[in-house]
């Protein structure tokens, strides 16, 4: 017979399609020629397995062609060797001679087979009575040097709505992209597999490299086989036959969120080493076409499945996108791992990444003051300095200037400081009545007004709005005492501090609070037992006492003129939310500096007003509108609103939009702060309001934090869709739009990141936002099920 190399483009993790070929098998009468003997192998590595494992064996020995062999590899298990000997005496059953890990185990199985034909069946998946005969027949032909079968996943409980089908191999089974009827391909796939005894002799057989080790979700080790036999015989072929079937065993906790996130990422390692081994077109050509093919159409399709009423649809396509995302973010780490060991020559150990960046304050009025370069984390020296300067306590803006060995000398300051804020601090002066100033210099002004007493400033009302200030916290006391001894301080004659502990089972908080409202009745404390940020912030909105309710974070130190800016941005009863400025406390480790550069709470110190239409800016007392253009993203960028680390509300209307959406575990401080915006009220942005976050220290955190973002963004963007579909409309003719802002580098929302600051860093976040929508949904299902 003819087979022609099907059109489909196909992937992964397990097998796909190459450039198209014919492969020429001629038709054997039945009978003709024997079929040719096969050992069957089978890996086992645990007890836990072993109902999968005595199915496995009783499907291998209830073939129609039975095999010549059954070779039961033991993987480093002594007791379940005794016990897979005493219930099958019958069998070949030997210990793994190599290194724990199923490739090792595969070489020994290899090495014990007497058959011409070698076939591999996963311990946790049984044949189909007509297996060996759907794959012997095959190697009639000499030129076919392996046959690989299909694989249907057997799950333990319902296949989750969300797995879409091109990402089952996740789970080890077959998936879509791949052939329907006979054709070559680059690679067979792991759970069904075999291969010409004669060609795996001239190798050495699976690289101990690659391959699953115990409950490790690694592979690519039968990819890099199939590639390097195929470079042994360039004309041979790998055949996919679909007819030769197995059911693989698909347990519940393969069928979760985290096991496809960690499956991903280590296919994306094992993918760069296979890349290092055979070179980056022979180990990534079918996945480029995967990439460009298979999963569009499986995103367009869940799109499709969307329109005509089926909300998983969303979350495939979501999926999808994640899997891919997550996958590469995999691969690039194995690149950047294998980088940092490529010096072989011992080096002293330094710092790497950014250098520490001083953080420092410049009230003009009182003139500006050297920089000294010392005083770096473990005592290194400062690079770089990020400056907020101020005028009479109002904020103009960021400067950042790096320093020089010995530091930065006040002239030198000033002339940075007039060369990027000459505008600003001239504006600031008019408005204030004051002319305006030819130079800047280095010392003190010699006029009316000083830090915090701006001339210009509306005096105090005269009966101030009672004002909440709720504090969520989850027993980080440390950072919460500087927070209270902050709140503390601040110029504002009447408001109440609430802190809600979201962990009371941990009786320190409640101690804390206790111990400062003894001598303070400002200070309130009430337990939220339910996990999360926005149970926690509801129960606040619930026993606040004032007009305006302000939510302030456990990790923040606050300027004391915080609470009066905000309380100033309700200048009218349209506007029901006010945003303020989050500024870090500290720029000494790479972790803190790149979030910095992300951008993910400056908002500048321009003041604005944000609407269902469009924006205003306010500068100098003056009011300037700008409306977005033809095609802007605008209302659907709530991460522009501001941060939820720092924002108030007029308590009637925050309590109108129904509060904070428990079914977000992340990003219910942009939900509502768009909810806002779209319900038709202002929301205003006072820069001000000025705050200063301890950002974290550690990478792992920032991983974190930046998957957290995406995740939060996703999952609000699901909502909208979900909801109402209005916003569904306008946000799917956004949606392209939204990408390019979200990937190009130059957008607004990356023009801030430096160079060196890490892809992975955009990866692990574009991850969080792909797999948003399915966060939603199981936190959706969860809110349900807990509701009475």
């Not at 492969?23 to 079929?35: D, I, K, M």
């Not at 984390?377 to 320093?403: K, N, S």
């Not at 428990?662 to 038709?680: K, N, Q």
Request: proline share 8%; net charge positive.
């Amino acid at each position: 017979m003819t087979i022609h190399a099907g059109s489909a483009a196909t992937s992964n993790a397990s097998s796909s399609t190459s450039e198209p070929i014919t492969v020429l098998v001629p038709e054997t009468p039945a009978g003709s020629r024997a079929a040719p003997a096969v050992s069957v192998v089978i890996c086992v590595y645990t007890e836990r397995r072993w109902h999968q494992i005595v199915r496995a064996v009783g499907s291998a020995l209830a073939q129609e062609v039975p095999p010549a062999q059954v070779v039961v590899v033991v993987d480093h298990n002594p007791a379940l060797l005794e016990r897979v000997r005493a219930t099958f005496p019958e069998l070949t059953v030997v210990p793994s001679a190599g290194p724990r890990g199923l490739s090792a185990a595969r070489n020994t199985g290899l090495a014990r087979a007497t058959g011409e034909i070698v076939a591999f069946l996963d311990d946790d998946a049984a044949a189909e009575p007509d297996w060996l005969a759907r794959l012997l027949p095959h190697y009639r032909d000499e030129r076919v040097l392996a046959v690989g079968g299909h694989a249907l996943p057997d799950w333990e409980e319902a296949r989750p709505r969300w797995l879409p089908p091109e990402f089952d191999w996740v789970v080890g089974c077959s998936f879509t992209g791949q052939p329907t009827e006979v054709a070559p391909v680059r690679n067979v796939i792991g759970c069904n597999m075999s291969f010409r005894r004669s060609v795996l002799d001239r190798t050495a057989g699976f690289d101990p490299a690659l391959g699953r080790v115990g409950r490790t979700p690694v592979g690519c080790e039968e990819t890099e086989l199939c590639i390097r036999i195929r470079h042994l015989e360039p004309d041979g072929v790998v055949l996919y036959e679909p007819a030769a079937r197995v059911r693989h065993r698909v347990t519940a906790d393969r069928a979760t969120w985290r096991y496809f996130r960690q499956r991903c990422f280590s296919e994306g390692r094992s993918k760069a080493v296979v890349a290092r081994l055979v070179g980056s077109d022979a180990g990534l050509a079918t996945e480029r076409t995967y990439t460009r093919r298979t999963l569009p159409a499986g995103v367009r399709r869940g799109l499709r499945q969307l329109r005509h009423g089926d909300p998983a649809g969303l979350v495939r396509s979501a999926a999808i996108a994640a899997g891919l995302l997550v996958t590469a973010a995999g691969y690039v780490s194995a690149h950047a791992l294998r980088a940092s060991q490529a010096v072989s020559t011992p080096v002293p150990r330094r710092r790497t990444g950014p250098a520490p960046v001083q953080v420092v304050t410049v009230e003009l009025s009182e003139g500006v003051p050297d920089i000294p370069d010392t005083g770096g984390p473990d005592d290194t020296r400062y690079g770089a300095a990020q400056v907020l300067v101020r005028l009479h306590g109002q904020p103009l803006g960021l400067v950042e200037v790096p320093l020089p060995a010995g530091g930065l000398a006040a002239p030198a300051l000033t002339a940075a400081i007039r060369s990027r804020l000459a505008a600003a601090i001239d504006a600031h002066r008019r408005h204030d009545g004051l002319p305006t100033l030819d130079r800047l210099d280095s010392a003190p002004a010699a006029e009316a007004g000083g830090a915090g007493s701006c001339p210009s400033c509306p005096p105090a009302a005269e009966h101030p709005p009672f004002v909440s200030v709720v504090v969520p916290t989850c027993g980080r006391t440390p950072l919460l005492e500087s927070t209270l001894d902050s709140l503390t301080a601040l110029d504002y004659p009447d408001y109440e501090i609430v802190v809600v502990d979201n962990a009371p089972q941990v009786t320190e908080t409640a101690r804390i609070v206790a111990r400062r409202a003894a001598g303070d009745p400002r200070f309130r404390y009430t337990g939220e037992p339910r996990p999360g940020v926005a149970h926690a912030r509801n129960r606040g909105l619930a026993e606040a006492r004032g007009t305006i309710v302000a939510y302030a974070d456990d990790d923040l130190v606050l300027d004391r003129g915080w609470l009066r800016s905000l309380v100033d941005g309700f200048t009218d009863d349209g506007v029901a939310a006010v945003t303020g400025q989050v500024l870090a406390r500290e720029l000494d480790t790479p972790s803190q500096i790149w979030l910095e550069q992300y951008g993910g709470y400056g908002k500048g110190c321009q003041r604005r007003r944000f609407d269902r239409a469009g924006l205003s800016t306010i500068e100098a007392g003056a009011t300037r509108r700008v409306d977005p253009p033809p095609r802007s993203l605008h209302p659907y960028l709530p991460g522009s609103y501001g941060s939820g680390a720092n924002m108030a509300f007029r308590r009637d209307a925050l309590l109108r939009l129904g509060g904070f959406d428990p079914r977000l575990r992340s990003g219910e401080d942009i939900d509502v702060l768009l909810r806002t915006v779209l319900a038709g009220h202002v929301l205003a942005y006072e820069p001000g309001a000025i705050v200063w976050h301890t950002h974290r220290r550690e990478m792992r955190a920032l991983r974190r934090t930046m998957y957290s973002y995406g995740a939060g963004l996703g999952a609000v963007l699901t909502k909208c869709l979900a909801n109402d579909p209005t916003t569904r409309r306008e946000l799917l003719a956004r949606l392209p739009r939204g990408v390019a802002y979200a990937l190009r580098p130059g957008s607004a929302k990356n023009d801030r990141k430096q160079k060196g600051y890490p892809a992975w860093l955009t990866a692990v976040e574009l991850c969080g936002l792909a797999l948003g929508p399915v966060h939603y949904a199981a936190a959706a299902v969860r809110f349900a099920r807990s509701r009475p």
